[in-house]
């Protein structure tokens, strides 16, 4: 068990300019999830893939942002036309489905932090 | 929709002591799952302990405990024993089982820090 692999740790960049995140989950987890943490708050939730099918995605989830897991495997989260309120950690956490056990707890990354100049 | 709160944005307490971490949430749900995290500085959130709402017992791991109050929707962790790697922050979470996903709604917090 490797654990929740995240890159960059670290992502400085312009206003306006695109970034994307990767998240590479537990292998054997078919959950994954995105969260955004601000300074100072909790994690909130962005969206969620079983395998490769997007099931859901919060209303933070601008249409600047878009996410993919193409294979069921790693992930990625995209920002477009990076803003200021752009800037935060970007979590990500998978877990595994088990029949009849919907209790499988989330296992977290250690996140990218997204700073915008 | 579900809301989870932690009031004591800061804690202190002495090394060996036991302190008490609360959250409170608000939902309609009579079946879902409570969860501490554990963040430290700089590091990876990791679980802490867990609890399901159908179970009555309140759940224990080593020197952490839960006191689940149900009708109350109260959740707090207690911590025995405090150890200087317990400094972190420390976020109560909750999850409705599916119908939908299996997101979590934080709360807000706890900043502990444990004194030598």
């Known amino acids: 068990d490797t654990g929740v692999s995240q890159d960059p740790r670290h992502k400085i960049t312009k206003r306006g300019q695109n970034v994307t995140f990767r998240c590479d989950p537990i292998?054997?987890?078919?959950?994954l999830y995105w969260y955004r943490q601000t300074l100072g708050q909790g994690p909130e939730f962005l969206t969620y893939f079983q395998n490769e099918a997007q099931l859901e995605k919060s209303r933070l989830l601008s249409d600047r942002f878009s996410a993919e897991r193409p294979k069921g495997s790693f992930s990625t989260l995209e920002i477009q036309r990076t803003e200021q309120g752009d800037s935060a950690m970007y979590l990500c956490?998978?877990?595994?489905?088990?029949?009849?056990?919907?209790?499988?707890?989330?296992?977290f990354g250690d996140g990218t932090r997204l700073s915008i100049l | 929709a579900q809301t989870v709160t932690q009031s004591q944005p800061e804690m202190s307490v002495q090394e060996a002591e036991t302190v008490t971490l609360s959250c409170t949430y608000d939902t309609s749900e009579n079946n879902y799952y409570l969860f501490w995290y554990k963040q430290p500085p700089s590091r990876q959130m990791i679980l802490v302990i867990r609890q399901e709402a159908y179970k009555q017992q309140n759940a224990t791991e080593n020197r952490f405990s839960v006191n689940f109050q149900k009708a109350a929707k109260s959740f707090s962790l207690k911590i025995s024993d405090s150890q200087l790697g317990d400094t972190a922050m420390y976020f109560c979470a909750f999850m409705k089982p599916p119908s939908g996903t299996y997101k979590y709604i934080f709360g807000t917090g706890t900043r502990l820090k444990v004194l030598a």
């Open positions: 292998s054997e987890h078919n959950r």
């Open positions: 956490a998978s877990s595994l489905a088990k029949p009849g056990d919907s209790n499988q707890p989330q296992h």
